[in-house]
């Protein structure tokens, strides 16, 4: 896999804007930036601990038919931990639906804030752009708080600010393949384009895409399956956090520019004279 | 025949949706619950007066995981 770009690639003398405590979205600061699916958990008790690992603050939930019989309260449980709740629309697959399941999660859970998706293709679940863009526009207008999940296009990554919508959610690659950022020249690209937090969602598979993506400039990470479907979920929510964390902090550090040769960490200066150079006697 | 939850059932037209939510065992007040009548959202609100027509298409929905 070539380099990935870094913020070198932003122009020179670019302020860094985003360098800030806390992410802000629609005027609701937030701590983490660490955004927890909770899809794909064995069980309600791991995804508990794992949001105290994450120690996330805003965690997406489906709205999907009652089943009386079912054990445990989601619902309860994402209330004891005390983290916001981001409804998400997905499996629909047209404007109309998206639209019909926001309103009904906000009934459900009091929230207008509503992680849309549009899924165009069964097989990568790829966003469908048009009703994508015609279900953020309605429910933009509606009163939602919209954040949408995209491929990572930066054209319609702005299209959807221009809308209105609070953020936008670019995958790095399809949901629950964890191949990581597939393109970060466009993840970087994005970041430029718009003006709302970029939330990186889809694709991660490790510590390090994550860390990746915020190095990146992305404003935070939206982990699911990567978390939820690892070995050990919690210990994997404690290293998303951390490389998140470490992530942030090197993107506001500047790192480096990329050379291609070396460039001494130990000056020559005051280099001792230990007579001619040859070979070891 | 009312459809509940892509079932049917025996919830007679002129039930109201709180009347369907007690079959399913949820409290009025359920936190956590959505309703929608043939595809339109039923607000909370209208939930004890929303008498069902025959034929109702009536969809009970909850939080489930999911990313």
Redesign the interface.
């Known amino acids: 896999m070539p380099d990935p770009p870094s913020a070198q690639l932003a122009p020179e003398g670019e302020p860094r804007a985003l360098d800030r405590d806390g992410l802000e979205i629609a005027g609701r600061r937030l701590h983490s930036r660490l955004l927890l699916g909770t899809g794909g958990f064995p069980s309600l008790e791991l995804l508990a601990q794992a949001i105290a690992a994450s120690a996330s603050e805003l965690v997406t939930v489906a709205l999907r038919r009652i089943d009386p019989s079912a054990r445990g309260s989601l619902t309860d449980l994402l209330a004891d931990a005390g983290v916001q709740l981001l409804p998400n629309t997905a499996g629909c697959h047209t404007a109309r639906d998206a639209v019909r399941t926001a309103q009904l999660a906000r009934e459900a859970f009091a929230t207008d804030w509503v992680k849309l998706e549009v899924i165009g293709d069964e097989d990568t679940l790829l966003p469908d752009a048009p009703e994508l863009l015609a279900a953020a526009e309605e429910l933009v207008a509606d009163g939602f708080v919209v954040l949408p999940y995209t491929t990572d296009d930066p054209v319609l990554a702005r299209r959807l600010v221009d809308i209105g919508c609070a953020a936008v959610m670019p995958l790095g690659s399809p949901i629950g393949s964890g191949m990581g950022i597939r393109n970060p020249y466009n993840i970087s690209l994005i970041r430029e384009a718009v003006d709302v937090p970029v939330v990186l969602d889809a694709g991660i598979g490790t510590a390090s895409d994550a860390a990746l993506a915020m190095e990146l400039g992305c404003d935070a990470v939206m982990a699911a399956s990567a978390i939820a479907r690892a070995e050990d979920p919690v210990r994997m929510a404690r290293a998303m956090r951390a490389a998140v964390e470490a992530g942030r902090l090197a993107r506001t550090a500047g790192r480096i520019p990329r050379r291609l040769f070396a460039t001494p960490s130990t000056p020559n200066e005051g280099l001792a004279d230990l007579g001619p150079s040859g070979p070891l006697t | 025949m009312i459809v509940l939850?892509?079932q049917s059932s025996d919830v007679r037209p002129g039930e109201t949706v709180a009347a369907v939510l007690r079959r399913?065992?949820?409290q009025a007040d359920a936190?956590?619950?959505?309703?929608?009548v043939d595809?339109?959202?039923v607000?909370?609100p209208a939930w004890q007066t929303f008498a069902l027509a025959e034929d109702a298409r009536v969809?009970?929905?909850?939080?489930?995981?999911?990313?």
């Open positions: 939850n892509g399913l065992g949820l936190r956590g619950v959505a309703v929608a595809g339109e959202v607000p909370r969809e009970v929905l909850t939080a489930m995981q999911g990313g």
